[in-house]
């Protein structure tokens, strides 16, 4: 049987202060900067094979390859950050991996495995897979579409070159890139 995990390239945490928990990691651990992606906008959010209107900020940075995400919901809507809220309060809600072909993925699921599902107007595509018999640690696959992984390589060269001044850097949907050291 071949595995559908192949690396992972994703943490995710979930948060009641993006500003803070960023800055705990910076203070921390010396991880940083952190880019903040404001009310992130989905063409679609199910949970449970319901949609679900969920409103996200997200922050992330860079432990070597691999991201660190930070997941502030910032509504009661239905979704795996909610459930994990709700049942043992806020942590590491997941493990991701990044894929290629998410059809592939899901064409060897039924849709009891899959319990969220979301997609942006960008391409970006994800979903969790059922854990259900354990507390926490989910894991989801994510599609990025070809034109970020040059965009990726150019926020992790931001993060291994990071001097520690801005550690916090709110992406503006109109200019992403005035968030990177070029």
């Known amino acids: 049987m071949k595995t559908k995990i192949n690396k992972i390239d994703q943490l995710g945490f979930i ?3 993006i500003e803070e928990a960023a800055m705990h990691w910076v203070n921390t651990c010396g991880v940083g900067p952190f880019f903040i992606h404001q009310n992130v906008e989905y063409e679609k959010f199910t949970y449970m094979n ?4 969920v409103q996200l900020t997200l922050a992330f940075s860079y432990i070597g390859s691999i991201m660190l995400e930070l997941i ?5 809507a239905p979704s795996v950050y909610t459930a994990l809220k709700h049942r043992s309060g806020n942590g ?3 493990v ?10 899901t064409n060897s699921l039924t849709p009891e495995d899959i319990i969220q599902y979301s997609s942006t107007p960008d391409g970006v595509e994800t979903i969790y897979l059922n854990t259900e018999h354990h507390n926490g640690g989910l894991v989801e696959f994510i599609k990025m579409p070809e034109i970020y992984k040059p965009i990726t390589e150019l926020f992790q060269k931001t993060v291994a070159n990071w001097n520690g001044e801005r550690p916090l850097r709110y992406i503006d949907p109109t200019n992403p890139f005035a968030v990177l050291d070029l």
């Open 72 to 76: 502030y919901q910032h509504n009661d």
């Open 96 to 105: 991701a991996s990044f894929c290629d072909d998410l059809e592939i993925i």
């Open 15 to 17: 948060v009641d202060n």
């Open 92 to 94: 590491l809600i997941h």
């Open 50 to 53: 319901e949609d679900t209107p």
